[in-house]
Structure formats: structure tokens, C-alpha cells
């Protein structure tokens, strides 16, 4: 009776990355996947190590690029290093869901909690590296809560630093959460961890500076100011960008800006507070406690660095998937909080859990929602030139990616790769989104194929 709720917390770990495999195997490429390959994924070697963009995750770039060599381009074939890095994700979750709550009932609760966001989930399977990096994130805080919780040794520091390195590889939005934990475990570790040295974590340091430098050194010393061109210049912004992909369904802008704006800071700081008392006592904390503190404190520490640069280089502030950490992380941080009041946790769970199956997509990522029949749309255009007579395809700025993706993977020789241009300019098939209709109406094109449920259309000149 007792493993029922560890074979529960599995099955929902086994259905959710179902449902991942289902998504990156049927979905259609989104504008930014396209992107990383046309820009990257499909480039030399040399491009992939001495170039940078925002765009660029290197680690992620390189599975990528080895991916679709062995498997050949497809949707599934680009987007399979997400989907092993949402994996592994999903493993961590289920093993802090079983420390926290061992062989209670609320295990699978807590696991579904952590999983089911579904902003997260878009970014467990779609080939942008941040879950990916996500995933090697929390494998570092969980082993480096095994290793102040009790269970010593240096191997556990070389697989964390590892952890770390490989997450800041694999997308740099991770650098200040990755360098936050690192400095808050070795606070504590030291003054905390009885027999544990200042020189105990350069076995932590070692594997995560050799990692990236080996990684990112080249990439980086590439990069300028200009690199760094997404996020947000508001904190309460930054917030609300999470927390609209996050709760869809709450349609009043009141409800979303309450949650981001008044909620949210207000539990982040009960949950500092919370951190503080925990390390001060720190020889009687419990097992959820110890997870409080790590969390916690990574989180005060990594805003005061977004702060910091913000002010200081005017380095944007996260936003929506850059940001994208602070989900799982807050999360965690609040089932840490409340894992001895279980009725309360019972009751919010639920709730949160409910919400979250109400919103549960399977058909397109939140932030590329205009993409989500792209294939279609190159379809409609084979569909219409049937004798493959060379053509040119314009039109919005937005399909430019995923029609060169389809393209390549299709072998459509007879179209002429699409630049990006005015869309208005003179071409054989436009593409256009609802923005850009008004196209159709002034050069008096005959639309061929309309998406009901985007509003994009295949248009051509009229005969």
C-alpha cells in the first residue's frame, strides 16, 4: 500500500513526458525553433563555436546539430535534446516530490504541482534549450541539498558543478541562478556542514568552470551589448510575463495583474523570511526546511543580481521563457514552505493542479501561437503547384523560418528559399498573418488557403 503514491508520482511523470513526445512529434515548427536552425543548427561547426546571438544556446545548438544529423531534419528530430532535457526535469521533480513527502499521498500531488505549469511544459519539448537547461539546474540543487542535508562526499559536488555548468551551457539565461545557488551552498555548506572546507568546493567549482569555458568562452568573446536584446525593463512587467502564459484562462487583466503584482511579491517574501529563521536554526531543520533555504535564498540572491545588472549595464530583466526558471523554482520553494501543513498544502495544490489541466495544450507553444499550422501553410502552397515550377514565397516577417524549415526537410528544390523582407514585395505566393491582410486587399490577391483558427492566409496574384 505504501509505494501506491511513488507508482502514482511515476505514472504522472511517464504521462507527462507522453504528452511530450505526442507535442514535439506533431506539432508544427515554431518561428524561433526554425531560427535556431537556419542560423545555426544548419551551419558549419565554426559557426556553432565562434558565433553568438541570444538565439544561440550553445549546448542545446550542439545536441541539436547532432540530433538531426543522425536522424535526418524533422520537427521531432530538432526538438529531441528538449525533450531529453524535460526528462530529466521531470525525474528531479518526481525525486524532491518523494523527499518531501516520502510515502504520503500529497507525493503525487506535489509532483503533478511542480510539472503541470504549462508555460513550463511548452518549453519541455520545443527546441529552445530552456528546459533543458532547467533540468540540469534543479539536478544541482537537489544534489546539492542531498549533500548538506547528510550525504557527503566530493562526488556529489563534481556531478552538481557538472549540473551547473551543463545548464548555463544550454541556455545562459541560467547564469545567475546557476552562480546564486553556488554561492548560497557554499555560504551554508561552510558555515553550516560540519567537516566541510573552503577548499571542499573547488570540487564543486573545477567541473563547472572547465564546462563552460570549454562551451562558452569562444561564443561569448564573439558577443556584443547588442546580443542581449531580450527582456524586460519592469520588474512588475517581468512578473506579469510569466504569469499571463501561466493562468490563460483568468481573461481579466485585473485578476492577472493582483497574482503578479500584489500575490506573488507578497509570498516571495514570506518565503525569504521563512529561509532566514530556517538557517539560523539550521542544526534542527527538517528535510523540507533544508529545501526551503536552498530555494529561497537562490531566488533573493538571483534577483538582487538581475537587480544589479540592470542598473548597473542595463541588462534587460528576465522576461517571459527567459525568465522561465522562476516557475519551477517558486514552486518548489512553496511546497518546501508548506510541506508540514498539509491541509493547506491539500487545498491549493488541488487548485493550482485543476487549473493547470484546464489550460494543458497540446497543439501549439504559447509564445508562437500564429505558428501553430505552419505546416499547413506550406502545404497549401504544394497543393497549388503541383507541376513544382520554381516559385517565390513572401510575405510576414513571422513564417520566413518555418517555411525555410519546410523546405529543407520537404526537398522542395522548386521553391526559392524566403528572405525576409517587405511583404508586400512582388512574389509568386504571399504568406501572410492577420497583422499583414490588408496586404491581400491592396495588391488584390486571391486568398487559396485560410487558417480558421490563426487567420493566416496563402494568397497569390490574381490571373
Same mark, same amino acid.
Given at each position: 500500500?505504501?509505494? @501506491? ?15 511530450? %513526445? @505526442? ?6 515548427? /515554431? !518561428?524561433?525553433?526554425? %531560427?535556431?536552425?537556419? *542560423? ?16 544561440? !544556446? ?65 518549453? %519541455? ?33 563534481? =556531478? ?39 577548499? /571542499? #568546493? ?8 572547465? #564546462? ?63 529561509? @532566514? !529563521? ?7 531543520? *527538517? ?9 529561497? /535564498? ?39 514552505? &508548506?510541506?508540514? =501543513? ?8 488541488? %487548485? ?17 501561437? @500564429? ?59 504571399? &504568406? ?15 486568398? #487559396? ?7 493566416? &492566409? ?6
Amino acid at each position: 500500500m505504501s509505494s @501506491y503514491p511513488r507508482v502514482a508520482s511515476l505514472a504522472i511523470i511517464a504521462l507527462l513526458f507522453a504528452v511530450n %513526445l @505526442y507535442r514535439a512529434a506533431t506539432q508544427s515548427i /515554431t !518561428h524561433d525553433e526554425a %531560427l535556431t536552425y537556419e *542560423t545555426f543548427v544548419a551551419q558549419s561547426w565554426d559557426a556553432v563555436f565562434h558565433t553568438y546571438d541570444a538565439n544561440h !544556446h550553445v549546448l542545446h545548438t550542439i545536441l541539436c546539430k547532432l540530433s538531426t544529423g543522425l536522424f535526418g531534419l524533422s520537427e521531432f528530430a530538432l526538438r529531441l535534446p528538449s525533450l531529453l532535457g524535460g526528462l530529466l526535469f521531470l525525474y528531479v521533480a518526481f525525486c524532491f516530490g518523494e523527499e518531501l513527502f516520502g510515502k504520503s499521498w500529497i507525493q503525487p500531488l506535489a509532483v503533478a504541482v511542480l510539472c503541470l505549469n504549462p508555460y513550463l511544459l511548452d518549453f %519541455l519539448s520545443a527546441a529552445r534549450g530552456y528546459g533543458m537547461a532547467i533540468g540540469f539546474f534543479f539536478l544541482a540543487l537537489y544534489l546539492l541539498w542531498r549533500y548538506v542535508s547528510g550525504r557527503r562526499g566530493n562526488w556529489i559536488l563534481v =556531478k552538481a558543478g557538472a549540473a551547473l555548468g551543463l545548464s548555463v551551457a544550454a541556455n545562459l539565461t541560467l547564469l545567475f541562478p546557476c552562480l546564486s545557488l553556488l554561492a548560497i551552498f557554499a555560504a551554508l555548506a561552510i558555515r553550516k556542514v560540519k567537516d566541510t572546507k573552503s577548499s /571542499t #568546493i573547488v570540487w564543486l567549482l573545477v567541473p563547472f568552470v572547465v #564546462i563552460d569555458w570549454i562551451l562558452l568562452f569562444d561564443p561569448l568573446s564573439q558577443a556584443t551589448r547588442g546580443n542581449f536584446y531580450v527582456g524586460s525593463l519592469s520588474v512588475g512587467e517581468a512578473v506579469l510575463s510569466l504569469v499571463q502564459p501561466s493562468f490563460s484562462l483568468f481573461t481579466a487583466a485585473v485578476v492577472l495583474q493582483v497574482i503578479a503584482w500584489v500575490l506573488l511579491p507578497f509570498v516571495f517574501a514570506m518565503l525569504a523570511f521563512l529561509a @532566514y !529563521h530556517v538557517i539560523r536554526r539550521w542544526e534542527t531543520a *527538517t528535510v523540507g526546511a533544508m529545501i526551503l533555504a536552498l530555494s529561497a /535564498t537562490t531566488m533573493v540572491l538571483t534577483f538582487a543580481l538581475l537587480i544589479a545588472a540592470f542598473l548597473l549595464f542595463d541588462v534587460p530583466l528576465p522576461a517571459g521563457r527567459t525568465g522561465l526558471y522562476w516557475i519551477p523554482l517558486f514552486t518548489l520553494a512553496c511546497l518546501a514552505a &508548506v510541506a508540514t =501543513k498539509p491541509r493547506v498544502l491539500i487545498v491549493f495544490a488541488s %487548485l493550482l493542479v485543476l487549473v493547470y489541466l484546464a489550460e494543458l495544450r497540446t497543439n501549439y507553444y504559447a509564445d508562437w501561437g @500564429y505558428d501553430r499550422h505552419s505546416n499547413q501553410l506550406i502545404a497549401a502552397i504544394a497543393q497549388r503547384n503541383r507541376t513544382h515550377s520554381p516559385v517565390t514565397i513572401g510575405g510576414s516577417w513571422q513564417y520566413e523560418p518555418s517555411l525555410n524549415f519546410y523546405r529543407e526537410k520537404l526537398r522542395y528544390t522548386w521553391m526559392k528559399e524566403v528572405e525576409r523582407g517587405a511583404p508586400d514585395g512582388a512574389f509568386d505566393f504571399y &504568406v501572410l498573418s492577420v497583422a499583414d491582410l490588408a496586404v491581400a486587399e491592396r495588391l488584390h490577391l486571391d486568398l #487559396i488557403f485560410r487558417d480558421s483558427v490563426t487567420g493566416a &492566409v496563402v494568397a497569390v496574384q490574381k490571373r
